[in-house]
């Protein structure tokens, strides 16, 4: 009998490799989007298949699927500070009430469910690199804190779950993770630097571009969020590539990458820009047995070639 996995946020960035990872395992899987900020598109190659279903509900609404279900990953929310910024209520919601109703759903299915929490839990850290322990810097009442709070709520929920009714949980603390499938216009800082290359706009670089992110390539980060869905351990685990980077560095890689002559232009950081990010992946090393594989090069060249691959109306579509 072949196993069967809800997936939330199904028809976004992550959720939609996610769902093609658990088909490609073997698993029946339940895709369920509003659509807010995700994209039928991502998902369609799946339409056809006998071992996908598809529901259009939003999580933050009472959450019913007949049938048995063994595991559920809730991805549904957005992700992008600029999405959030935009609607910062139903990203407040998804990651409170929407986690609520999924770990009642896996209460009552006796499901063991995978939470994506974020780096975003550390805040503008104080320590660096990151590690499980470290508790966060965190603005409650700043312009991010709509997503940051969300998300350390769903981790304390899920928690609690685990510990009040010996809920299966697993928690992923992802870091910024890129590849096909991010939404052009979705403000993030890889797709906002390909889409400008690629329609002859200068580069925009925030503040002065000393702040660091380290990226992950998606393959990479969808092996760890299967490896940790089949491990035993409940606290949270990072999930990401340390290989750190300065934004005005990367802004002038993706120059070469997409061998343009555009210039870079400064702009005002946004507030609560964390100023660093690296994960410590330590324990994701120790406990799944998983470090990411693909490097920075090899990950942008795949996605370089996905952007390209959209039609002209889509990249000018994508226009701030
Ligand atoms: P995304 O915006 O591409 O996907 C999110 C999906 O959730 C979208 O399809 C959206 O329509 C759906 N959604 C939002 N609210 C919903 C609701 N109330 N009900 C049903 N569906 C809803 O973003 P992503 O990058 O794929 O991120 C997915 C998850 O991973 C999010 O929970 C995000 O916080 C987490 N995460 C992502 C990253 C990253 O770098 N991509 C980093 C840290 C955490
Ligand atoms: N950034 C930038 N120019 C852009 C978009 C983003 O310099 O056009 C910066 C942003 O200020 C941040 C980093 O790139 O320091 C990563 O931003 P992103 O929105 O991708 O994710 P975050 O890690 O901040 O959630």
């Not at 259009?56 to 992008?80: E, K, M, Q």
């Not at 499901?111 to 780096?119: G, P, V």
């Not at 805040?123 to 508790?135: F, K, M, N």
Request: net charge neutral; with cysteine.
């Amino acid at each position: 009998m072949k196993k069967r996995i809800l997936i939330t946020g199904a028809a976004g960035f992550l959720g939609s490799h996610l769902c093609d990872r658990f088909i490609k395992e073997g698993y029946r899987v339940v895709g369920m989007d509003n659509l807010i900020t995700g994209d039928l598109k991502n998902i369609q190659h799946l339409f056809k298949l006998e071992t996908f279903e598809f529901y259009n509900h939003d999580v933050t609404r009472f959450v019913h699927v007949p049938g048995n279900v063994d595991y559920i990953l809730h991805f549904a929310s957005p992700a992008s500070p600029i999405d959030y910024l935009k609607i910062p209520i139903q990203t407040l919601k998804v990651g409170s009430l929407g986690t609520h109703n999924l770990l009642g759903l896996a209460k009552e299915k006796n499901a063991r469910i995978l939470i994506a929490s974020t780096s975003e839990v550390y805040g503008d850290p104080l320590i660096h690199p990151q590690d499980e322990s470290y508790y966060g810097n965190v603005n409650t009442i700043g312009p991010r804190g709509v997503y940051d709070e969300a998300k350390r709520f769903q981790e304390s929920i899920t928690m609690a779950y685990h510990r009040f009714h010996g809920l299966e949980t697993r928690i992923a603390r992802i870091f910024n993770t890129y590849g096909p499938r991010m939404r052009l216009n979705d403000g993030r800082v890889i797709p906002a630097f390909i889409g400008q290359a690629l329609r002859g706009e200068d580069l925009t670089v925030f503040g002065d571009g000393m702040q660091t992110r380290s990226f992950c390539y998606v393959d990479d980060q969808v092996d760890g969020l299967y490896k940790l869905l089949l491990s035993d351990y409940a606290l949270p685990v990072n999930i990401g590539n340390p290989d750190e980077i300065t934004i005005l560095d990367f802004a002038k890689e993706i120059i070469k990458l997409t061998a343009s002559d555009q210039k870079i232009v400064f702009k005002e950081l946004p507030k609560d820009d964390p100023l660093q990010r690296q994960p410590d992946i330590t324990k994701a090393r120790d406990i799944l047995g998983w470090e990411p594989k693909v490097a920075r090069e090899e990950g942008m060249q795949k996605t370089y070639k996905y952007f390209k691959s959209l039609s002209k109306e889509e990249l000018l579509k994508s226009e701030h």
